[in-house]
């Protein structure tokens, strides 16, 4: 045993070492002093290699048999050697070292390779002098060597830049040697297969990834490092635009689009440039209000002059990105200014002492005005705009501002489905998207990757619908386009049908731009790869550039942007890397700041509601131990919760035994942020709940509380174990306690931080109680109805409404039932419910306190001989003359009005009314 245990400890102290040694390996070109060639061209010498520049190179003379050698000035151990080639490059060649430069020792001999970039790596070598000794020419030309990098261990701290090699450069559109930068983008342009057919999907998007993050690379200032606003205003930077150029830093030190050493010294100094340090009022920095930057500064000075004043969304983005970077980068000083930035952050700000008492400002001009376009809105701009400032740690601001945002948002059908929050615009649904991952998640009001869904290929139908132009391309999103005049314009498309008074699409005449369909791929991959692959295909020659995909095109009207803007450009390339590896979406979702504002706006995990949209992947896959034997389930809308299905739950058990269950492999595996898992049910109240690891451990969970509801449900509380083991869940078990067999429904299995001991009474009628005055509603009747409760049909208790209706003629045609309603407060409400017995057409209307009234629309029941669950959409609610002002207020509702057959003449029927509710 003894033996054993010291085995294990020379094996932890070697691996120790070994990672030790590996973290103090550097860049030996720092110690150089001095380099040495065979031959050099005039223009291209040998001390080329060693400046850090990929468009410039040491170039031989046209003979086999050259060498070029360096000295690091005293005795080193060599770890690793790089070759960055030209094209033209040696195809035989030999790696050596000497102590004198006289007497050299081969270390690696290579024979017929590709050219391009060449890792070696090495053991126990040592040396003053390394060479590369050339011997075969690949070309007619010398040997031609971009970079020769020396890499090895030294002591301490990693030597400062000095000897051969300096920092490196920021090469930018700034600079006037185009010259060489010219040749450097025309020969990554030369590579680039004519067809995309020639790529995987993965190749392919990372040849676009790799083309916008030289965007980001190189258009910026030299000395500021900030990212131009784009190309055609290069005065000016954006803060939305520099959160991108944070994240496309990111993606690039992650997939090594440039040395991680480079990249990192770039992203240090942007963050450093944003940072202003508060003892140094000199210092360089992005101007801000309280830590809240302006929208657009001069890219030289970082100073706002004039050009709007903070707008909320960009300056959420920016910050979004500051949270990635600050995980990201943690533990070195990049990581350590972001944090400093955020924690430079007064949220409440944004509410401005409270003078914004509903919601919070959007901040247009520089004197604020809380009129039309004063306050976020109508799900305008993004959701963090509210999720960050009330999870904020030092400040926040009160989580009713979330309740009160959510209440506005338009949601309504495009063509009878797409089923969505009303927003023409995909940046909409992109920007929230970039820095989190809101699958299998749901507040009280929305599934928002689920809206977000839906909203793409809404976008996506009325382009089909429109002509503009087809399967392969499609999206319209804010953009460049072609002018009336002939000139050029920033157009604010977007799909309608919409009733808010921007970007209604109106001005739509064919442009079509990357940014909409391509940012959607972590909503629709096959739809936006085949864009994508389309654009490149067949525009190859016309959008296709040095940054890859330009802004926008017009086919129809023969016109193709040039431009490339940074806030179209960020999120293709951050949602790209998201849909690959998520990398975004790990880093910013380390933030507490992030989980706070969720937890305190409701937001809850989902394992199943039974009730995802049209077009979105299913939240669980549900199956059993005995293939039917013990339970059997389907999904129902016999009796239903929250929204608008529950799943029906068969049980026969003839013994006790926890092996029989029911389970649900969830498609969110990640359980570590919540507390609780939830579910409701109906019919049973005793179970076990198990949890599989994805390590195939079984935990059993405890429960915590029940609470039981009006309408009969009952809401289970278990408790979940530690983060650790709630990291991975492989799937959830239920089983029924005790034997026999019965019927069930669950419904909303959630995971959760809250326990509400308490559910809100959303009856509005159950005609269960129906002595005079006693009512739940006070009805009302036309003279075309006999309308009484009766028990002879009843979906859920014993009683319901039976109206026999007789109309006949214009005179009855908008007879009705009138309901004055108890509960009045709906704003949190997506639908108002109800069941109906047999054939009939139903309008509902609705009449708020101050009298103003609203058709809400019209849905049939068919089944002449059973029950219809209707459902009518309360939130279509603005007023297309006046959208700030709703067409009704629904947090004053006063009466619900109910036609039957409206419209119609000389019909009679009969129909039950039964369990009138509002839904979620």
């Not at 030790?20 to 040998?46: G, H, M």
């Not at 731009?513 to 991959?525: E, G, H, K, R, V």
């Not at 101050?850 to 058709?855: A, K, P």
């Amino acid at each position: 045993m003894k033996k054993y245990l010291l085995w294990i400890l020379i094996l932890v102290i070697l691996l120790a070492s070994s990672v030790a040694a590996e973290e103090q390996t550097w860049d030996l070109r720092k110690i150089a002093v001095d380099v040495f060639a065979s031959s050099q061209e005039a223009d291209l010498p040998a001390k080329l290699v060693f400046d850090n520049m990929l468009w410039t190179r040491w170039s031989s003379n046209f003979n086999d048999n050259q060498w070029i050698y360096v000295d690091l000035g005293k005795r080193c151990e060599i770890t690793g050697i790089k070759l960055i080639w030209e094209d033209a490059y040696a195809k035989e060649y030999k790696l050596e070292v000497s102590d004198d430069s006289k007497d050299w020792k081969e270390i690696k001999y290579v024979k017929e390779v590709g050219g391009e970039e060449e890792i070696f790596k090495f053991q126990n070598i040592y040396g003053r002098y390394v060479r590369l000794y050339c011997i075969k020419r690949a070309t007619q030309w010398g040997f031609s060597l971009y970079e020769f990098i020396i890499y090895g261990p030294q002591e301490g701290k990693e030597p400062c830049y000095g000897g051969l090699v300096t920092p490196y450069p920021t090469v930018t559109i700034f600079d006037h040697n185009w010259q060489e930068l010219n040749k450097y983008f025309d020969k990554k342009l030369s590579k680039d297969p004519p067809s995309s057919s020639q790529l995987t999907d993965d190749e392919f998007l990372d040849l676009i990834q790799r083309r916008i993050f030289d965007f980001f690379w190189f258009e910026v200032h030299p000395e500021t490092l900030f990212v131009i606003d784009s190309l055609h205003w290069k005065t000016h930077t954006s803060n939305a635009a520099i959160g991108y150029q944070l994240g496309a830093y990111i993606v690039g030190h992650a997939r090594k689009y440039r040395s991680r050493e480079e990249i990192y010294q770039r992203a240090e100094e942007l963050l450093d440039n944003c940072w202003d340090n508060p003892d140094d009022p000199d210092d360089l920095c992005l101007e801000h209000h309280q830590g809240w930057t302006y929208h657009w500064t001069n890219i030289e000075t970082g100073k706002w002059e004039g050009h709007e004043h903070v707008c909320t969304h960009d300056s959420i983005n920016y910050l979004c990105a500051v949270m990635a970077a600050k995980y990201y980068f943690a533990g070195t000083r990049a990581g350590d200014i972001a944090a400093k930035i955020v924690d430079s952050v007064d949220w409440k700000w944004i509410i401005h002492d409270g003078f914004n008492k509903r919601l919070v400002s959007n901040v247009y001009a520089y004197t604020y005005d809380p009129l039309c376009g004063g306050e976020v809105m109508f799900y305008d701009g993004m959701k963090f705009d509210y999720i960050l400032p009330i999870g904020g740690i030092k400040s926040n601001v009160p989580p009713f501002y979330w309740d009160n945002y959510a209440q506005t948002f338009p949601w309504d059908f495009y063509k009878g489905h797409f089923w969505r929050i009303e927003r023409p615009a995909l940046w909409i649904h992109q920007w929230d998207n970039v820095w989190f991952d809101f699958r299998y998640m749901k507040d009280e009001y929305a599934d928002y990757y689920q809206n977000s869904l839906e909203a793409a290929l809404a976008n996506r139908q009325w382009c089909l619908d429109n002509n503009l132009y087809d399967e392969n391309l499609w999206g319209v999103n804010p953009s460049m386009g072609p002018a009336p005049d002939g000139g050029i314009l920033y157009g604010s498309y977007g799909a309608p049908p919409d009733d808010l008074p921007f970007q209604t699409g109106n001005d739509n005449d064919g442009t079509i731009t990357p940014t909409a369909a391509l940012p959607c791929i972590i909503f629709t991959p096959e739809e936006s790869i085949k864009v994508a692959r389309h654009l490149y295909d067949k525009y190859k020659n016309k959008i296709w550039h040095r940054y890859g995909f330009t802004d926008s095109l017009n086919p129809d009207k023969n016109w193709f942007s040039n431009d490339y803007l940074s806030i179209d450009q960020g999120p293709i390339i951050l949602n790209i890397e998201n849909y690959r590896s998520g990398l975004l979406w790990k880093y910013f979702s380390k933030e507490k700041i992030v989980w706070n504002g969720l937890n305190k706006c409701n937001f809850v995990g989902i394992i199943d509601n039974f009730d995802q949209s049209e077009h979105s992947p299913l939240y669980g896959e549900w199956h059993d131990s005995d293939k039917g034997k013990y339970y059997k389930y389907r999904r129902s809308d016999d009796y239903i919760k929250e929204g608008r299905f529950a799943m029906e739950v068969k049980y026969n058990l003839t013994e006790r035994g926890k092996n029989k269950y029911f389970a649900v492999r969830a498609a969110r595996h990640d359980f570590s942020p919540y507390k609780y898992l939830v579910f409701w049910t109906r019919g049973h109240e005793s179970f076990l709940l198990d949890l599989v690891t994805a390590e195939k451990k079984i935990i059993t969970l405890k429960q915590k509380t029940q609470v039981k509801s009006f309408d009969n449900w009952v809401r289970h509380y278990f408790k979940l174990p530690s983060k650790e083991i709630c990291g991975a869940v492989g799937e959830v078990r239920f089983s029924v306690k005790g034997k026999g067999k019965g019927l069930f429904y669950l419904d909303d299995v959630i995971l959760t931080n809250h326990i509400k001991t308490s559910e809100p009474n959303s009856m509005l009628e159950d005609f269960e109680d129906n002595v005079a005055k006693v009512s739940k509603c006070l009805w009302a009747f036309d003279d075309s109805y006999n309308a009484q409760v009766v028990s002879d049909k009843a979906h859920d208790g014993y009683k319901s409404l039976r109206i026999d209706f007789d109309k006949k003629g214009d005179k009855h045609k908008w007879s009705c039932l009138t309901a004055e309603v108890n509960f009045c407060d709906w704003r949190k409400y997506h639908s108002v419910a109800m069941w109906v017995y047999g054939e009939a057409e139903i309008l509902l209307k609705l009449k708020d306190k101050f009298g103003r009234s609203f058709d809400v629309e019209t849905q049939r029941a068919a089944n002449k001989d059973g029950w219809t669950h209707l459902f009518f959409n309360i939130q279509a609610n603005l007023n297309p003359t006046n959208c700030w002002e709703p067409r009704y207020d629904k947090g004053h509702i006063k009466e619900m009005l109910i036609f039957i057959n409206p419209g119609e003449t000389n019909k009679k029927g009969t129909v039950y009314l039964d369990s009138i509710m509002l839904s979620e």
